[in-house]
């Protein structure tokens, strides 16, 4: 997936395990692979290589290598998440799954709540029809925001993190709330690794999932 989003993963996967030692932190064994089709290309432009195949492939090595279990350090790529789970025998979280639950389960008294992410998370429907399971409405950003939101995402995907980048990034978050919107889903990575002090209550996908790790490496309480 995106570098910078696996590496920032790994970095809340470190933060939240409690530990006294090195010992005590939890083995990772990562495919830090940005060689992998673009889901860009593959699902908005529609004439890219499908990213499944080597997604599959990237899950068989790491099985063999020793997992135990699977995480995507992509919202996006769990469009393909289906042809993963086929190609192994060991369980790979749905972090679409666990997000959605943890809105229901922390925001019960909302019925609907925003969604940053890509378009291609739009277009393919995947909180869109999770949330609707819950009895939730997903909220999407005004075309224009989407748009600026989307070069957001690109914009740090080249390693650009200036100022002006976040300050368009909080301007899609107003967008949302003048929308109604009370609580957002960070449901980009790379918006994750952007890290910024937004104008909306907001719901990080990458920390949710993050946090399942721990809790299933460590078989630990569920962690709040």
Not at 20 to 44: E, G, Y
Not at 102 to 120: C, M, R, W, Y
Not at 159 to 171: D, F, H, L, P, Q
Request: charged share 25%; with cysteine.
């Amino acid at each position: 997936m995106g570098p910078e989003a696996t590496v920032d993963l790994m970095q809340r996967i470190i933060r939240l395990t409690p530990a006294l030692d090195d010992i005590d932190h939890i083995r990772c064994i990562v495919d830090n692979n940005p060689k992998v089709p673009s889901r860009i290309k593959a699902i908005i432009e529609g004439d890219g290589e499908d990213p499944g195949p080597c997604m599959a492939d990237m899950g068989r090595r790491l099985e063999t290598f020793g997992a135990d279990f699977l995480v995507i350090a992509c919202n996006t790529a769990h469009y393909y998440y289906d042809a993963v789970q086929k190609a192994v025998n060991i369980p790979v979280i749905n972090m679409i799954d666990i997000v959605s639950h943890h809105v229901k389960t922390n925001f019960p008294e909302q019925d609907k709540i925003g969604i940053l992410a890509s378009p291609a998370v739009a277009m393919t429907g995947l909180y869109t029809k999770k949330l609707k399971k819950l009895g939730i409405k997903d909220i999407w950003p005004d075309s224009v925001y989407q748009d600026s939101l989307f070069e957001v995402i690109k914009e740090v995907k080249k390693g650009n993190t200036v100022s002006n980048i976040r300050a368009a990034y909080e301007k899609v978050c107003e967008n949302l709330s003048k929308k109604g919107v009370e609580a957002a889903i960070i449901a980009c990575t790379e918006l994750s690794a952007l890290d910024s002090s937004l104008p909306i209550n907001t719901v990080d996908a990458a920390q949710v999932l993050a946090m399942k790790i721990v809790q299933v490496a460590k078989n630990s309480p569920e962690i709040q």
